[in-house]
C-alpha cells in the first residue's frame, strides 16, 4: 500500500524554522519525483515545490524561494522541506505528493501555523 | 507563471445530474513534442488530502467512476460529473504541470441543490 506519511509541522514564530519530513513506503521512492503543495487556512492548493528522482533538480514557488529548501534522502525513503524566515503567511496544510510526471498521490497533510 | 482559471468558483446540481466544471489556462498546455496536454483533475474533500482523478486532461485515473471525464485541449478544459452523487460534494481543482511552478485552479466547490 502506498503511503505517504508527513510529520513536524507546528506552531512557530514569525522569522522561525521548522523541518517537514515525509516517509514514503509502498513503492520505489527513487523512480519518483516528489513535490510539497499547501494549502492555507479557506484558500486553494498552491504548489510550493519539487525536486527529481536523485535529487540534482529543485524548483520553488517565487513566494518560498530562497526561504525553502527540499531535499530528499533516498537511502531513507523520506523527503523534507526546510523552512526558514518563515512568515503568517506560510500557515498551511502543507502535503507531500509524488509524481511520476503528474502528482497521482498524496499525503494527509501537517499543519504549519506561523504565529506570535 | 500559467494561471489557472476555473470556472463557477461555485456550483449546485441536483443529484442524478450532471456538473460541469471549466478551466482555462492562460498559455497552452498541449506539448508539440507528444500531442498531450499536461493537465490534472482532483478533487479535495475537507480533512483528506487531494485525489487525482484525470491526467493528460481526459486520462481517468485507475478506481475513478466512469461517471468522472475530463476533455478539452490547448486552453480549454472540462472536467464533466455525469449523474452526481452525494459523495461528489468536494472542490474540484484543475493544475498545470507543463512548466513550473505547476499552477492550480483557485477551486470550484460542488454542492448538491
Known amino acids: 500500500e502506498v503511503q505517504l506519511v508527513e510529520s513536524g509541522g507546528g506552531l512557530v514564530q514569525p522569522g522561525g524554522s521548522l523541518r517537514l519530513s515525509c516517509a514514503a513506503s509502498?513503492?520505489?521512492?527513487?523512480?519518483?519525483?516528489m513535490h510539497w503543495v499547501r494549502q492555507a487556512p479557506g484558500k486553494g492548493l498552491m504548489w510550493v515545490s519539487h525536486i527529481n528522482t536523485d535529487g540534482s533538480n529543485t524548483n520553488y514557488a517565487d513566494s518560498v524561494r530562497g526561504r525553502f529548501t527540499i531535499s530528499r534522502d533516498n537511502t531513507r525513503n523520506t523527503l523534507y522541506l526546510q523552512m526558514n524566515s518563515l512568515r503568517a503567511e506560510d500557515t498551511a496544510v502543507y502535503y507531500c505528493?509524488?509524481?511520476?510526471?503528474?502528482?497521482?498521490?498524496w499525503g494527509q497533510g501537517t499543519l504549519v501555523t506561523v504565529s506570535s | 507563471d500559467i494561471v489557472m482559471t476555473q470556472s463557477p468558483d461555485s456550483l449546485a446540481v441536483s443529484l442524478g445530474e450532471r456538473a460541469t466544471i471549466n478551466c482555462k489556462s492562460s498559455q497552452s498546455v498541449l506539448s508539440s513534442s507528444n500531442n498531450k496536454n499536461y493537465l490534472t483533475w482532483y478533487q479535495h474533500k475537507p480533512g483528506q488530502p487531494p485525489k487525482l482523478l484525470i491526467y493528460?486532461?481526459?486520462t481517468r485515473e485507475s478506481g475513478v467512476p466512469d461517471r468522472f471525464s475530463g476533455s478539452g485541449s490547448g486552453t480549454d478544459f472540462t472536467l464533466t460529473i455525469n449523474s452526481l452523487q452525494a459523495e461528489d460534494v468536494a472542490v474540484y481543482y484543475c493544475?498545470?504541470?507543463?512548466?513550473?511552478?505547476?499552477?492550480f485552479g483557485q477551486g470550484t466547490k460542488l454542492e448538491i441543490k
Open positions: 493544475q498545470q504541470y507543463y512548466s513550473t511552478p505547476y499552477t
Open positions: 509502498g513503492f520505489t521512492f527513487t523512480n519518483y519525483w
Open positions: 505528493s509524488r509524481s511520476g510526471g503528474w502528482v497521482d498521490f
Open positions: 493528460w486532461a481526459s
